[in-house]
């Protein structure tokens, strides 16, 4: 999985860098398919900005945004927001059209 990271303005440490690997790592292994994540760091004044933007092949990529005020609690608001569109995406592909019932007589 390649990871791109870019801070805009904001200074973003080593450990907060290898926890947001290793959690794009964790729902990576969710996907089942090899996935290109683009996480953003913002920061204006006291507020915090993370952009995750986490692409598949064969799918819409998936993009997930945390405001606060420190860049932890930003990245942990969007790495939630990231698993519940996960886990809807794949319970949308595991329920399967049915087939129509009885037909016209």
Do not use: N, W
């Amino acid at each position: 999985m390649d990871v791109i990271f870019h801070a805009h303005h904001a200074v973003m440490s080593p450990r907060l860098r290898r926890r947001a690997e290793q959690a794009l790592a964790r729902l990576a292994d969710r996907l089942a398919l090899p996935v290109d994540a683009l996480v953003r760091f913002e920061q204006d004044g006291p507020g915090h900005r993370v952009e995750i933007v986490l692409t598949a092949p064969r799918r819409k990529p998936l993009i997930a945004e945390g405001c606060q005020r420190y860049a932890g609690s930003a990245l942990t608001e969007a790495l939630a927001r990231l698993e519940t569109q996960i886990e809807t995406s794949r319970r949308k592909r595991r329920a399967r059209p049915r087939a129509p019932r009885g037909g016209r007589a």
